[in-house]
């Protein structure tokens, strides 16, 4: 046997050896963990307390077969609660859907009513509406005073002309008569003139100063004066058939007249002059009081805007001029008086244009600026 082998001999039966030993010294701890379990757990064969365990045990489910018991009726007392709750839930929800559906019955019949009226409301103020603009167009001094411009010439028939009359109402206004105009138609037509500047002077509150217009009596209209002498003058606007001719004049201070001696024209021309100072007094209070103020001023600016001479009189009248004339109008009157037939003619025409022309502009403007003015 060769020495490499031997020494492989040994080297296998030297580890054999280790083996073995181990495998022994893992035999003797198992054998005493053997050992160690049996002696831990060996059973106790002392059956003394059995009986109270069992005991305790029995009570205990006894117990707890109570609790269920009870909770058992507890469940069924809150089911029957919930029950009782859904179905007043479910009565109360029909009852809501009824309230929710009545409600809706109240607000549509509310709404009906609510339509109805505001509809009529609507058609109201429509014609409401309607109503104020036509009334805000209407003039109330052109509704029962017409003054029209002259008329053409007519020829009467036997071959003289008529001359062109301002009128008023259909009724021609003149100083003195004519061929074709009497003293009838003359009363009657400054009869309606002296009712137009009477009602325009009460219209804007003015009082004329010494003068005073009685429109309405038998046979014609008059103009009371009180002079410097504190006496009282009746003048009659055309002539009055009720009284003698020489009383067409006449004073209330029991002193003598100094007019008897005159015609009627010319008791009428001077009664024309104190109606055109009437109507002086009436233009200068409404331009100043009225037409001066900012609402009035402002309201004829936006209305006015395309007549810029209408704030102002078409003739001048003032106490030292009467249209183109340099004089007040008792001096032109008295100038009349003293011209021939013709040329007084002539001078007569144009002081009647002058008076009613501005008549007619200051009872528009009063018209317009005062009695409609809502603003």
Excluded at 61 to 66: M, N, R, S, V, W
Excluded at 103 to 111: H, K, M, R
Excluded at 132 to 150: E, G, K, M
Excluded at 279 to 306: E, G, W
Aim: glycine share 2%; with cysteine.
């Amino acid at each position: 046997m060769s020495a490499g082998c031997f020494i492989k001999k040994i080297r296998v039966i030297n580890a054999i050896e280790v083996n073995t030993n181990r495998s022994q010294n893992d035999i003797r701890a198992y054998e005493e963990k053997v050992i160690h379990e049996e002696k831990t757990t060996t059973p106790n064969n002392d059956d003394s307390n059995q009986p109270s365990v069992i005991s305790a045990y029995s009570q205990e489910i006894d117990e707890l077969t109570k609790a269920y018991t009870y909770y058992s009726e507890e469940l069924k007392n809150i089911n029957k609660l919930i029950a009782n709750q859904n179905s007043r839930s479910r009565e109360l929800a029909n009852e809501e859907k009824d309230c929710l559906r009545e409600a809706n019955f109240v607000d549509f019949s509310y709404y009906k009513v609510y339509r109805d009226q505001n509809d009529e409301l609507v058609s109201d103020f429509i014609v409401a509406q309607k109503e104020d603009v036509a009334a805000s167009s209407i003039r109330l001094f052109s509704l029962l005073f017409t003054i029209s411009l002259p008329i053409s010439n007519i020829n009467i028939g036997d071959g003289s002309v008529c001359r062109e009359y301002h009128m008023i109402n259909g009724l021609r206004l003149a100083l003195r008569p004519s061929k074709c105009i009497d003293w009838g138609e003359i009363n009657a037509a400054w009869s309606q003139a002296a009712q137009l500047l009477m009602l325009v002077c009460a219209s804007v509150s003015f009082s004329p100063s010494k003068l005073r217009i009685i429109p309405l009596t038998s046979g014609c209209a008059k103009v009371m004066q009180v002079t410097e002498s504190h006496a009282k003058v009746v003048h009659n606007l055309g002539k009055d058939f009720a009284i003698a001719t020489s009383e067409t004049k006449r004073t209330f201070d029991g002193g003598k007249n100094d007019d008897d001696n005159k015609s009627d024209a010319s008791l009428m021309l001077e009664a024309f002059g104190a109606f055109s100072e009437i109507l002086l007094q009436l233009i200068d209070h409404v331009t100043l009081t009225f037409l001066k103020t900012s609402s009035y001023n402002s309201k004829f600016s936006s209305i006015a805007q395309h007549q810029q001479d209408e704030q102002k009189p078409p003739f001048p009248m003032s106490d030292k001029v009467f249209g183109s004339h340099n004089s007040n109008v008792s001096s032109l009157i008295t100038t009349i008086l003293s011209l021939s037939s013709n040329d007084s003619d002539k001078e007569c025409r144009y002081v009647v244009n002058v008076t009613v022309t501005n008549l007619k502009w200051i009872s528009n403007i009063v018209d317009q600026f005062i009695l409609h003015d809502e603003e």
